[in-house]
């Protein structure tokens, strides 16, 4: 039990990079006037698909989703090295990230409901679309952190 406890922070951290890194992937696939487009999740997340599909701006969710969890896990690493009362840090930074992951699954799942279309207001859903391998992985990515990160909570508690 104990070399689980020490492996999931890393853990925690590897699925928050392969979330990341997701966001360079094809986040959806869209069926629209009989031409199928694939839109990264940086173009889900900062907009910009262009073509046939219009034009968005930036979606503070689909942002949330792709780079909440890293840059959470980020703050743990640089807080928890520049503060004395390192447990208390965790523990609040680790429960952060837990959400993160969680916040990410759901934002993932509803990635292309969240983006906006053109200057009509239409969305994504409306127009076809089907989550592509860059969502889907960073879905289960985003499960997995959750598991890990949750667990380094929970022992963290237990243990005092």
């Known amino acids: 039990m104990k070399e689980l406890k020490k492996f999931a ?3 925690a951290l590897a699925m928050a990079v392969v979330v990341f890194i997701m966001a360079f992937l094809p986040g959806v696939t869209v069926t629209l006037l009989g031409q199928t487009s694939t839109i990264t999740g940086l173009k889900l997340a900062f907009g910009g698909f262009g073509g046939n599909l219009g034009d968005s ?3 503070f969710v689909n942002f949330l989703a792709y780079f909440g969890p ?8 640089v807080l928890i090295g520049l503060k004395k009362n390192k447990g208390l840090v965790k523990l609040v930074l680790g429960v952060v ?3 993160l992951f969680l916040l990410s699954i759901i934002f993932l799942a509803m990635v292309a ?6 200057a009509a207001g239409a969305t994504l859903a409306k127009a076809g679309y089907k989550l592509a391998a860059g969502s889907i992985i ?5 499960v997995i952190g959750l598991l890990a990160s949750g667990f380094d909570v929970v022992m963290q508690v237990l243990k005092k």
Do not use: E, Q, T
């Open 57 to 59: 701006g930036f979606v």
């Open 9 to 11: 922070p890393f853990v």
């Open 70 to 77: 890293l840059l959470a896990a980020i703050a743990i690493a």
């Open 97 to 99: 990230l837990a959400l």
């Open 113 to 118: 409901k969240n983006a906006w279309i053109g």
């Open 138 to 142: 960073g879905i289960v990515a985003s």
